[in-house]
Structures are given as structure tokens and as C-alpha cells.
């Protein structure tokens, strides 16, 4: 059936809405960061780059690291942005832009995410990294679509919301994992695994104060002493359950790693996170061309 003019939107030179791509600049390793500036310092590394476009605060660049070819892209902050990024990412690869139809054999794409986060747990220095083998997510993206049993957790769930006494007027958590093989060829010396949950916003939704009381100021207590089959919660960020929850629908392959900047147990942050970032950066570089 043909996708009408409305729904995939395709820019005058045939490029995709949002991030002003062409199916032929995709590769089909994709490095996702939340930083538009985060790309060069992806992209520094590729001794060739061939595309470098730009729309908004979504920039990509494609090129090779190592003789594969790689791309990377930024989402901006939150869910709401992985829903527009994973939509069209998908249409490149997955629909026939000439007869807006979808092609017989769908592509599965290799993304992982290379971000930034804040640690619940006091052992957890800042600078380490962490590869989600859960997201947990706080916000509504996922429950719009039509999602099939085995995608999320809903035991654990239902555990978690027991546990914190969720106000259910905040949204419903749902629970959906990594891909394993990337998980399991991701986790190593330097790279631990853990759970994360995906929040809604920076401030209130992560539990900061500046001037704004909480609506519930025990939440992050309540969340870093949860326990799940002997497992905690790790970190928050604002994008993991949302692209593991599109990635599970839409067929595709999805790891996010994420380097610790804050500690919110001690208070404590990186005094380097431009560094702290680029070593995140090269150990994933190294790890998909192994
Ligand atoms: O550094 P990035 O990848 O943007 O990730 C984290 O940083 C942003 C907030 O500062 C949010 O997007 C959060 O998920
Ligand atoms: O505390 C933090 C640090 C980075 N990103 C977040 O979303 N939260």
C-alpha cells in the first residue's frame, strides 16, 4: 500500500523530513549521541567521511572507521526525538521512497547509542560505563504504538511501580531489553552492564531541585533501592527505553552505553567529560569493527 505524501514526507530533493537524508547516506551501523557536537568528535576518528548533512539538531555524518562504513547521528534530548530519528531511519532503509511503499525484505539496523548519564548508585564513579541490558521508561512514547506481549517486562513493571508507589498520573514504566548479541560483544573490561531508566526530563523528572519542590522528593531513594532478581537500577538518562522500545518494534538491532557524568548519590560530576566522553567514543568505535 502506498504511504501518502502526509504521512512519509519527503523533501524537494528527496531526502527524508527530519533528518534531511537520502537512503544512500545511511550505513547500516549507526552510532547514535544526544549532542550534535558529540558527531565530529565521533566522526574525527573515520579516516574517510563521504555525507555531512544537517536539519535541525539532527546532523549525520557517514563515513568509514577502520574500513567500515559507519554513521553517525545526533537525536537531541528526549523521547520524543528518538520517535522522529527511528521513524525515518527505518523509512531509509525499510521503504521504497520512488513507489512510497514498503520493500518485500526489511533491513535490521545495528545502532548503539553513545550518551551520557547520571549514576544512582554511590559505587558508581563518574567517568565508568555503563551498557544498559534494561531501559526502564518514564515516558508514553512507546504505549502509542501496538505492542506485541513479549516486548516488555511487565512483571517487572509491576514490581517497580509497587515499589516506588508510582503516581500512575506520571505514566506507565514499561520495561524492554537490549539486543543481546551486541549487549553481550559490548560488555566487557571497562564496560559494565547495568539497568537505566529513561526519564522525562533533566530536572524534576531526575529528581533535581533548583527551586522547584518534587511532587515526590523520595523517588530517586525509592528507585536506586529497588531490587529485581537481585539486580538495581544503575543510571537515568533521557532516550534508552525509547530506543530500545522502537528498535524491538521496528526490527532493529539496538545497545546503548552511556558514560556516568554525574553521581547522584554523592553529588559528585566528571571533572572531564569531554574526555570522559571520547574514551566512550573510541571503545565503541573499537568494539563494532571486532
Ligand atoms: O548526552 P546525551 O546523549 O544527550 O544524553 C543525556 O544528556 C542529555 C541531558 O543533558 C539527555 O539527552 C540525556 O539522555
Ligand atoms: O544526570 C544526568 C547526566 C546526564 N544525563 C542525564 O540525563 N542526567
Redesign the pocket.
Known amino acids: 500500500m502506498k504511504i501518502l505524501e502526509s504521512e512519509l514526507i519527503l523533501n524537494p530533493d528527496g531526502s527524508i523530513y527530519h533528518l534531511n537524508l537520502k537512503p544512500e547516506d545511511l550505513a547500516s551501523t549507526i552510532i547514535t549521541v544526544g549532542d550534535q557536537e558529540r558527531v565530529e568528535q565521533v566522526s574525527c576518528y573515520f579516516e574517510k567521511i563521504e555525507v555531512k548533512k544537517q536539519h535541525r539538531e539532527f546532523k549525520t555524518h557517514t563515513g568509514f572507521y577502520k574500513g567500515k562504513r559507519i554513521t553517525v547521528i545526533s537525536t537531541g534530548i528526549g523521547p520524543d526525538n528518538i520517535d522522529i530519528v527511528f521513524n525515518e531511519l527505518d523509512a531509509l532503509v525499510n521503504v521504497d521512497f520512488e513507489s512510497r511503499t514498503l520493500k518485500e525484505n526489511l533491513g535490521a539496523l545495528e545502532i548503539v547509542r553513545v550518551g551520557?548519564?547520571?549514576a544512582m548508585q554511590a559505587d558508581i564513579p563518574v567517568d565508568s560505563i555503563i551498557a544498559s541490558e534494561v531501559g526502564i521508561g518514564f515516558d508514553n512514547l512507546l504505549h502509542f504504538y501496538e505492542v506485541p506481549d513479549q516486548l516488555f517486562d511487565e512483571e517487572f513493571s509491576e514490581a517497580f511501580q509497587k515499589h516506588t508507589g508510582w503516581n500512575a498520573n506520571n505514566s506507565k514504566p514499561y520495561v524492554v531489553a537490549a539486543n543481546q548479541e551486541l549487549l553481550t560483544k559490548f560488555t566487557s573490561e571497562g564496560i559494565k552492564k547495568g539497568i537505566t531508566t529513561t526519564?522525562v526530563g533533566?530536572y524534576g523528572p531526575?529528581g533535581r531541585v533548583l527551586r522547584l519542590p518534587l511532587q515526590d522528593p523520595e523517588m530517586n531513594r525509592k528507585i536506586s533501592s529497588f531490587l529485581y532478581n537481585g539486580r538495581r537500577i544503575t543510571n537515568?538518562?533521557?532516550e534508552t527505553a525509547a530506543i530500545y522500545g522502537m528498535s524491538g518494534l521496528l526490527g532493529h538491532k539496538a545497545l546503548s552505553l552511556n558514560v556516568i557524568?554525574?553521581n547522584?548519590a554523592n553529588g559528585s560530576f566528571s571533572k572531564d567529560p569531554k574526555m570522559a566522553i571520547d574514551n566512550l567514543i573510541k571503545k565503541t568505535l573499537d568494539k563494532l569493527v571486532q
Open positions: 551520557t548519564s547520571g526519564n533533566f531526575q537515568l538518562e533521557m557524568l554525574a547522584r
